[in-house]
């Protein structure tokens, strides 16, 4: 098995689609969530990766496909996904149509070691985040569903459209797991 990150192909699609269509891999349809039940996603989500990396270190490590990433790779992007959008939703909620400085997803994995972590610690951490972007995601109110933000490509969401278009992530990437095939 394979253990060379650099292998595998980023992934340069535009996903925003998955606000209005659903996604045929994971079965997630964006146009049937309400953005007011995000957080309790976020919360369900993340109680399925706990699941997800209760295995060994050496099978959540594992690149059972050159072309993909490991488990734990995946639960640890999932991770800084929560985190990053936490710091975007803020910025949709304090600013006038903010743009969102770029992320390297693919990047971040390499020089972030990834695969390297400690799988109980990324458990954890998986956890506090989906908490802490959750618990932003139930103070949301009213108007400010509506307030617009700016990815560095030009993809422009409301904080609806941004919450729909973040929850499919990480259940898409549960589906990605070695243990769902």
């Known amino acids: 098995m394979s253990t060379d990150l650099d292998a595998v192909e980023p992934d340069d699609k535009d996903w925003t689609w998955v606000i209005e269509q659903r996604c045929p891999e994971c079965g997630f349809d964006g146009s049937t969530v309400d953005a007011t039940g995000v957080a309790g996603m976020i919360r369900h989500n993340a109680v399925r990766w706990v699941t997800a ?8 490590r594992a690149r059972t496909d050159p072309m ?12 800084d996904v929560y985190r990053l959008y936490l710091v975007r939703l803020d910025l949709m909620l304090t600013e006038d149509d903010p743009l969102y400085p770029n992320w390297d997803q693919d990047e971040t994995a390499r020089t972030d070691r ?26 949301v109110a009213g108007d400010e569903w509506r307030r617009p933000g700016r990815r560095s490509d030009g993809a422009s969401f409301t904080v609806d459209t941004f919450a729909r278009y973040l929850i499919h992530d990480p259940i898409h990437h549960l589906a990605d797991l070695s243990t769902s095939g």
């Open 114 to 139: 990834y695969n390297e972590q400690d799988p109980a610690t990324v458990s954890d951490e998986l956890q506090s985040a989906a908490r802490a972007l959750a618990d932003a995601f139930d103070r």
């Open 68 to 79: 993909r990433w490991t488990d734990l790779e995946y639960a640890a992007h999932v991770r």
């Open 53 to 60: 990396l209760g295995r060994s270190a050496d099978e959540l």
